[in-house]
């Protein structure tokens, strides 16, 4: 009729609309993922003998040595350290230190503590997240924990037997604590968690920033003292040494293909040979390095901007922060990758729920490019292929892929945080949009012709209800016409 506004076309469903399809495509993609995870990462390790290299090589080496008074870090001084893997023992003392009680077991009683150690570390990690996220529908669910299962470093981290699976699990807890907010149990139980995971191994040190950026002062403590604990009891004679040493080597980066990091590209640049050697990054791709990483943490803390209020903010700062941490870090090999299943989480549960293709997208490059993409590259170089172009470009595709989940998660955080004039997300509560900031609560749309409820768990509160204004005149207009506009849609 004249004088009223014309009902917005419907948009065309899409097959994924169809719950029936996407419950079709999750078992045709579950059976084998699940199949094989069982049969990788539990009945072969456990059941026919495997053997976990630096589980076995590295951790239990330094483990006896500790018992029997040695120096672990010896290795470190006869072959160097800048491979954190392999024989030589390049982790803080604690570690080891804890291990001793397993010397002089049966290597086959280990392994099969160790896999199961690992995969409860998973499991532990997937519950609490799903938790966090507040994920109640069992397709989502099911997509998660298949996106784990078959992410191409969790596998590396089981056959290898290393750490990093149980630090996943200890940044499940610290997850779950951080989402939570104003409950002073869980802020010293995440805290502590989270102290215990860096004193472990020190990659997850950047997350400690943003609990100091948000300013959650129970939680910081709750991790100094679990971490300065565990430095003080665990074999504190040979911290010296590991922070003014080994620490120090294994920090001087290097080019090797296994490196995902920055500094790796960085390094490969300035001296092609490292592609395959094992050596320390020259002093000018060190300070480029450095230059990176400053700017990467400099770039996230500002779309961070200032301590989120609502559950699904937090959530993304946390992404935020742990996507940034390998471009922080002067190396990540591609076990270490392992630790960004948390911002994956994050982010499909935020745009599966917003329909936002473009960091879903992003997301899904992420995990090709850090698993398959990585692992053709180290079958190429198993068979023997030679064409060092193909393989140096090839390289870094985990270094790509970390950019991409990165970038994502900014696009998620700048989606939440952009003014009024171009947010085309728009909740109507009382106070405020997304419980995020204050200044906000002028751009809630109070429209009732095209409202949608959000989830439970999405980015607004279960109560608010939520609106997506799809077209871009909204986006461009003025806040006086928007009054204008948002006047007429409540006129008979």
Sequence with gaps: MIGQLAAPARPRPSALDNRRFRSLLLALAGVPIVATYLWQALIQPIFFGGYLGDFQESYMRAAARIASGLDPYDLCATIGCSEPTGPQYVMPPVL?????????????????????????????????????????????????????????????????????????????????????????????????ALGAAIAVKLIQGPVVLLVLWARRWSMFAAAGAAGLLLWIVGAPQYLFEYLFKVLPAVSAGTGFFENHSPGGTVTRLFEPDTFLALRGSPPAARIVTVVIALAALALTLYFLRGPASSAGGRALDAAAIVAATPLIASYSWGTHLVLLLLPMFVLVVWAARRRDWTVM??????????????????????????????LRFMAEFGVVGILALWIACLIALWSMCRDTASWPIACCAT??????????????????????????????????????????????????????????????
């Design 96 to 192: 080891a230190w804890m291990l001793q009680p397993l010397v002089g077991v049966s290597s086959g009683l280990i392994t099969v503590g160790a896999v199961l150690m690992l995969n409860a570390s998973l499991a532990i990690f997937i519950w609490l997240s799903l938790k966090a996220l507040r994920v109640d529908d069992w397709q989502l669910g099911a997509l998660l924990v298949l996106l784990a299962l078959s992410f191409e470093p969790v596998i590396g981290n089981i056959s290898e037997g290393q750490v990093n699976l149980v630090l996943l699990g200890l940044s499940g807890v610290w997850f779950w604590a951080w989402v939570r907010d104003h409950d002073s149990r869980s802020e010293w139980w995440g805290g502590a």
């Design 361 to 390: 997208a992003l997301v899904a490059a992420s995990w090709l490019l850090i698993g398959p993409a990585h692992k053709l590259l180290q079958a190429l170089l198993v068979t023997g292929y030679s064409n060092l172009v193909v």
């Design 431 to 492: 106070h405020a949009c997304l419980g995020r900031r204050k200044r906000f609560s002028s751009a809630c749309w109070a429209s009732s012709s095209a409202r949608s409820t959000f989830p439970p768990g999405s980015l607004c509160s279960e109560s608010w209800t939520c609106s997506r204004l799809a077209s871009s005149p909204w986006k461009r207009s003025s806040p006086h016409a928007r009054r204008r506009s948002a006047a007429s849609t409540k006129r008979p």
